[in-house]
């Protein structure tokens, strides 16, 4: 009878730290960065465990909302029929930017093309030019690689060039096929997290300068430009959490504001936000 | 009292049995009616003519099906167009003509077919047929309906031949008897005394191969590049209605429009596949009495 007990109030207490527990959910872009984060803390502070897993920025703001997760992690600003719903449950929302991430255009180097401009950029991807030969002198019918619609990314890209894509672009599943199928396609324009081009290889591809009509080609790899927010394409990355959560996950985003968190951000091949 | 334990025991059983039966159809008659419900809630905030007849599925501003179904329908008669040839004629060589030894190891291993996951085929799908498509038809990319057509033929095939085998093998003796009686031979008799007869077994099994091509998912999603046009060849690339649904459904807000949206092409979906199959029951029935 007394282990019985024994075994409940195991039972009971095991809930109990099961509190805390910082789940965080969302944005696949992220992901990678906040297991690193989150190992980094935990060898810190070995009471507070951490799980991290992706999914998705709607996803993880969908958990947040019912529940399962504590902070999302999300690599667009929140919409608004999403805030609508969590006006409806009456939840107060808290934003946290920790990181920058930037978005690279990719085409095959046996293109002859070394940077774009921003309005081409977008009559490209929404399918109204649907032909290298009005930038350069070769007539080859373009093709569009893209992120799925799921992804932070590629309605970051969509938002801020303020176009639909072209119904014709191919919906890969991840960076690595984007890579990949640029490499096979002399004619393909493709985009993905600068951060994963970075750390790979680059062997058959190249990475497109963006200029804008007042502002200098710049590349994503440039990190002072970054710094200086004059690269077009960079975006902010979110960590939305409960108001009434903020004692709880307050550690883990103080750590991230951290020397180490920032060179964590850095290495892992984001932006630290300069304040 | 030994017969009434046997009465009460016969007792529990049968509403243990009943239980099991009503909890099955409850869960089917769940499922159905959350998908109607949401389809509504869709179509109240979307009028169904545009859901039809539109040409555009970019969520938050068009919801058209039409896309979608057109590329579901161009993977899965590719598909069938590959698989049922190949399928019958795999049927009617195991049945009619294999030596016994060999029968004995066709059939398993053709079987063996249906337990490969359909991420692994996906997979073949990116890294093997995708480069061999694009280098044999001269063109840029390899991720089209032709690529998903074949993956999907391969997956439909243990069905279709295990079905049309059951439905060949089926035919009584008699018939092939009387022809080869009459003079004709072994072709002559499988083409036009077997093979006619059995046709009934062999439109269930084409049509419960066509249900298993349809719901498919996985192998769709990753191999056939997921662009949302109307395609006008089996070289373009598609996206079907399951492949939508997969993509988009981990990340829509909930119970907002594009949430209700996913739920309307899924209970079409289910619709298509629903007929599917009652025509192949309808037809496997048939043979039953055939049989008889």
């Given amino acids: 009878m007394k282990y019985i007990i024994f075994c409940f109030t195991l039972l009971i207490y095991s809930c109990n730290s099961n509190k805390g527990t910082i789940k965080v959910k969302g944005s696949d872009t992220e992901v990678n960065l906040a297991v690193v984060l989150a190992e980094k803390f935990h060898d810190k502070n070995d009471s507070i465990l951490i799980s991290v897993s992706g999914g998705g920025s709607g996803l993880g703001i969908a958990s947040l909302l019912n529940g399962t997760a504590d902070i999302a992690n999300s690599s667009r600003s929140i919409n608004d029929e999403e805030l609508q719903l969590f006006k409806k449950k009456n939840i107060q929302l808290s934003t946290f930017f920790f990181a920058q991430d930037a978005i690279a255009f990719v085409v095959s180097d046996q293109l002859p093309l070394d940077s774009i401009n921003t309005k081409d950029l977008a009559k490209i991807l929404s399918g109204d030019v649907k032909n290298w030969s009005s930038l350069i002198k070769q007539d080859i019918p373009i093709n569009i690689y893209g992120r799925q619609n799921n992804s932070g990314t590629y309605e970051f890209v969509k938002k801020i060039l303020n176009i639909h894509f072209s119904a014709n672009a191919k919906q890969m599943n991840g960076n690595a096929q984007i890579l990949e199928s640029i490499k096979a396609d002399n004619s393909g324009i493709g985009y993905v997290g600068a951060g994963y081009v970075m750390k790979g290889t680059t062997n058959g591809i190249k990475i497109l300068k963006i200029f804008t009509v007042n502002s200098k080609a710049v590349s994503p790899l440039d990190e002072e430009k970054i710094a200086s927010g004059s690269y077009f394409f960079q975006r902010p990355l979110f960590q939305y959490y409960k108001t009434q959560d903020y004692q709880k996950v307050k550690p883990f985003l103080d750590f991230e504001k951290t020397m180490e968190g920032l060179s964590i951000i850095k290495s892992s091949g984001y932006y630290p936000v300069k304040k | ?292």
């Fill in chain 2, 1 to 292: 009292m030994n017969a009434n334990k046997r009465a009460i025991t016969d007792w529990i059983f049968k509403q243990g049995f009943k239980t099991a039966g009503v909890v099955t159809i409850a869960l089917l008659g769940g499922i159905f009616f959350m998908l109607l419900y949401n389809s509504i809630s869709f179509f109240i905030k979307r009028s169904p003519l545009d859901f039809f007849t539109g040409s555009n599925w970019d969520p938050e501003t068009n919801y058209s099906i039409l896309p979608l179904i057109v590329s579901t329908a161009f993977v899965a008669i590719g598909s069938m167009v590959i698989a049922v040839p190949l399928g019958i004629l795999t049927a009617a060589y195991i049945s009619e003509f294999a030596p016994k030894k060999l029968q004995i190891i066709l059939k398993p291993i053709i079987e063996m077919l249906a337990a490969i996951p359909s991420v692994a085929i996906g997979f073949l799908g990116i890294v093997l047929l995708g480069p061999v498509i694009s280098v044999l038809f001269g063109i840029q990319n390899g991720l089209n309906a032709l690529n998903g057509s074949i993956l999907l033929s391969v997956m439909a095939l243990p069905t279709i031949i295990t079905i049309s085998e059951d439905a060949i093998n089926a035919v009584p003796k008699s018939h092939r008897e009387a022809s080869l009686a009459l003079g004709a031979n072994k072709w002559e008799t499988l083409f036009k005394v077997t093979i006619p007869a059995a046709v009934p077994g062999l439109i269930a099994a084409v049509m419960l191969g066509l249900g298993r091509a349809l719901g498919e998912t996985m192998t769709v999603l990753m191999a056939t590049g997921n662009a949302a046009a109307i395609p006008k060849n089996f070289l373009d690339s598609v996206r079907t209605i399951t492949a939508t649904i997969a993509i988009e459904m981990g990340e829509v807000p909930y119970q907002t429009t594009h949430y209700f949206a996913l739920f309307a092409i899924a209970s079409i979906l289910f619709l298509i596949t629903l007929v599917i199959n009652l025509l192949g029951e309808y037809f496997a029935n048939r043979l039953r009495k055939f049989h008889q």
